[in-house]
C-alpha cells in the first residue's frame, strides 16, 4: 500500500521508474539528475544541486507527513555527506567514492556471541585451545569446508543462537563485508 | 545448515572474531572513467562435502565490489574448466542485470567484461562449441556465447 501511493507519488512529480529496480527513479531536473533509491519507508536522494533536493524532500513532506498528537510522525530528514542507515553508516566525503562502514553493528554482534558463549558454555561448547595461527587474516577458518563427523551437534538452545548469529552476520557480511562471503555460505547450507 | 555441530561453532567463532578485529575496514565502491563493468569469476573445484564446486564472484565498476556473489555450484562437475563455465553461468544473469540497470540510470556502458583465470573455460565459453557432454553445460556454454555474440559480455583470460 505505501509502496503503491510512494510510487504513484513520485510519478507525478515527474520521476521516471528504471526499469530494472522497482526502487530507483530518476528525473531530470535543468540538467542534473535526481536519484531516488528506497527501502520500505527511507529515501536516500542524490543530486549535484542541493536546491532540487529541497524541492523534493519539500514535496514529499507535504504528501506524506502525518504528525500524531503525541507529536511522533514526523518526517526525520537527514542532509550532509554521512549517513546511518539500518546498521549501515554511509559516507560520501571522499570524492566520487562510498565508504560503507557498520562499526556499531559489529560491536552489539560481537557482544551478544560472547555473551552468548557465557550463558551456554557448560562444557559444551569449550572452544579447543589448539594452535590456531593468530596471524591468519581471512574470515574463513582452513578447514571451512571440512566436515569433522565426530562432533556432536549443538544443544537446541546453541542451535537458536547459532542460527541467529549466523543470520547477523550474513546481513552484515551482505552489506559491508563481501570478504566474508565464503565463510557466510558455508555457514548458511 | 539443519545440524550444527561444535566444528560450525567453532567456524562461527572465527568468523565473528575476525570480523570483530577488522570492523573499522570499510567497504570502499568508486567508479573509474571508462565505463565499463568488470566481472570477476572463479570457482573452486569440489571443495563441498559433496564434491560439488564453490563460485567465487565480484562486479566492479572501478574500485570495490558493488556486488559479491560466493555461492555452491548445483550440480555435480567433471572438472575444473567444467566448473569454471557453470560458474560463468551462474553469474551472466547478475552481470546482464547490472548491465541494463547502469544503462536504465541514464549511464553509458562501454564493455562488460567477465575475466576468468582458465583459458579453457573462457575458449569454450566465447566458442560455445561443446567438447564435453551433457545437456546443462551446453547451455550454460550458449548462455555464454549467445551473450558474447550479442555484445552484451566480452570475456577475458587474465
Same mark, same amino acid.
Given at each position: 500500500?505505501?509502496?503503491?501511493?510512494l510510487v504513484?507519488? $513520485?510519478?507525478?512529480?515527474?520521476?521516471?521508474?528504471?526499469?530494472?529496480?522497482v526502487?530507483? #527513479?530518476?528525473? !531530470?531536473v @535543468?540538467?542534473?539528475v535526481v536519484?531516488?533509491?528506497?527501502h520500505?519507508?527511507?529515501?536516500?536522494?542524490?543530486?549535484?544541486?542541493t536546491?532540487?533536493?529541497?524541492?523534493?524532500?519539500?514535496r514529499?513532506?507535504?504528501?506524506?507527513e502525518?504528525?500524531?498528537?503525541?507529536g511522533?510522525g514526523?518526517?526525520k530528514?537527514h542532509r550532509?555527506?554521512?549517513h546511518?542507515?539500518?546498521?549501515m553508516?554511509?559516507?560520501?566525503?571522499h570524492k566520487?567514492?562510498?565508504h560503507? $562502514?557498520?562499526?556499531?553493528?559489529?560491536?552489539d554482534?560481537?557482544?551478544?556471541?560472547?555473551? #552468548?558463549?557465557? !550463558?551456554? @558454555?557448560?562444557g559444551?561448547?569449550k572452544v579447543?585451545?589448539?594452535?590456531?595461527?593468530?596471524?591468519?587474516?581471512?574470515?574463513?577458518?582452513?578447514?571451512?569446508?571440512?566436515?569433522?563427523?565426530?562432533?556432536k551437534?549443538?544443544?537446541?538452545?546453541?542451535?537458536v543462537m547459532?542460527h541467529?548469529?549466523?543470520?547477523?552476520c550474513?546481513y552484515f557480511?551482505?552489506?559491508?563485508?563481501?570478504?566474508a562471503?565464503?565463510?557466510m555460505?558455508?555457514?548458511?547450507? | 545448515?539443519?545440524?550444527?555441530?561444535?566444528?560450525?561453532?567453532e567456524?562461527?567463532?572465527?568468523?565473528?572474531?575476525y570480523?570483530?578485529s577488522?570492523?573499522?575496514?570499510?567497504?570502499?565502491?568508486?567508479?573509474?572513467?571508462?565505463?565499463?563493468?568488470y566481472?570477476?569469476?572463479d570457482?573452486?573445484?569440489?571443495?563441498?562435502?559433496?564434491m560439488k564446486?564453490?563460485?567465487?564472484a565480484?562486479?566492479?565498476?572501478?574500485r570495490g565490489?558493488a556486488?559479491?556473489?560466493?555461492?555452491?555450484?548445483?550440480?555435480?562437475t567433471?572438472s575444473?574448466?567444467t566448473?569454471?563455465?557453470?560458474?560463468?553461468?551462474?553469474i551472466?544473469?547478475?552481470?546482464?542485470?547490472i548491465?541494463?540497470?547502469?544503462?536504465?540510470?541514464g549511464?553509458?556502458?562501454k564493455?562488460?567484461?567477465?575475466?576468468?583465470?582458465?583459458?579453457?573455460?573462457?575458449l569454450?565459453?566465447?566458442?560455445?562449441?561443446?567438447a564435453?557432454?551433457?545437456h546443462v553445460?551446453?547451455?550454460?556454454?550458449?548462455?555464454s556465447s549467445?551473450?558474447?555474440w550479442r555484445?552484451?559480455?566480452a570475456?577475458?583470460?587474465?
Open positions: 500500500m505505501f509502496y503503491k501511493k504513484a507519488a $513520485l510519478k507525478s512529480y515527474g520521476f521516471e521508474f528504471n526499469l530494472y529496480d526502487c530507483v #527513479a530518476n528525473k !531530470t @535543468d540538467g542534473s536519484t531516488i533509491c528506497f520500505v519507508d527511507g529515501c536516500k536522494i542524490s543530486c549535484v544541486s536546491k532540487v533536493v529541497d524541492e523534493t524532500i519539500s514529499l513532506r507535504n504528501d506524506f502525518v504528525v500524531f498528537e503525541d511522533s514526523t518526517m530528514v550532509g555527506k554521512r546511518e542507515f539500518v546498521g553508516s554511509l559516507d560520501y566525503s566520487g567514492e562510498v560503507i $562502514l557498520m562499526i556499531r553493528y559489529v560491536q554482534l560481537v557482544d551478544t556471541f560472547k555473551q #552468548a558463549q557465557l !550463558t551456554l @558454555d557448560d559444551f561448547i579447543k585451545k589448539k594452535s590456531r595461527s593468530s596471524t591468519q587474516l581471512t574470515a574463513a577458518p582452513k578447514n571451512l569446508f571440512v566436515v569433522n563427523e565426530e562432533c551437534p549443538l544443544s537446541d538452545a546453541a542451535r547459532y541467529s548469529m549466523v543470520a547477523k550474513l557480511a551482505k552489506r559491508a563485508r563481501p570478504d562471503m565464503t565463510a555460505s558455508f555457514l548458511t547450507k | 545448515m539443519k545440524k550444527p555441530d561444535q566444528d560450525d561453532w567456524k562461527l567463532e572465527h568468523l565473528v572474531k570480523l570483530e577488522t570492523k573499522n575496514l570499510p567497504l570502499i565502491l568508486s567508479a573509474d572513467n571508462s565505463d565499463n563493468i566481472t570477476y569469476a570457482a573452486a573445484f569440489a571443495v563441498h562435502p559433496d564446486s564453490h563460485n567465487g565480484g562486479l566492479t565498476l572501478g565490489f556486488i559479491s556473489i560466493s555461492s555452491g555450484q548445483r550440480l555435480n567433471g575444473l574448466t566448473a569454471e563455465i557453470v560458474c560463468v553461468s551462474d551472466l544473469p547478475t552481470t546482464q542485470w548491465r541494463l540497470f547502469v544503462l536504465a540510470q549511464l553509458k556502458v564493455e562488460n567484461i567477465i575475466y576468468q583465470d582458465n583459458e579453457s573455460s573462457v569454450l565459453e566465447k566458442n560455445g562449441k561443446t564435453l557432454s551433457g553445460i551446453s547451455i550454460s556454454e550458449h548462455f549467445q551473450m558474447q555484445k552484451r559480455s570475456m577475458w583470460y587474465g
